[in-house]
């Protein structure tokens, strides 16, 4: 029953801060977010060509891993697939 109770009393709470959150997103974010997307498509297009010229995996994702720095989250340029 007290776990129920903390619950509902942080519920608003919780709310509150999705709907914060879910607010902060304004059109210039939604610009730059489109922004990265396209620079993310880029680059993959980039690692698909290189890896069609032969160029080798490793190499290619170097280059990929580069292009993509401070763009997207991790080393995958915000996609991994399995190999």
């Given at each position: 029953m007290k776990k129920l109770l903390i619950s509902l009393a942080l519920a608003p709470w919780?709310?509150?801060?999705?709907?914060?959150?879910?607010?902060?997103?304004?059109?210039?974010?939604?610009?730059?977010?489109?922004?990265?997307?396209?620079?993310?498509?880029?680059?993959?297009e980039a690692a698909a060509?290189?890896?069609?010229?032969g160029k080798g995996h490793d190499q290619c994702q170097k280059d990929?891993?580069?292009a993509c720095k401070n763009l997207a989250i991790g080393k995958y340029c915000g996609m991994k697939h399995a190999h």
């Open positions: 919780l709310l509150a801060g999705a709907l914060a959150h879910a607010q902060a997103h304004n059109d210039k974010d939604t610009k730059e977010d489109v922004a990265r997307h396209r620079a993310m498509a880029v680059a993959h060509k290189c890896l069609e010229a990929l891993q580069t």
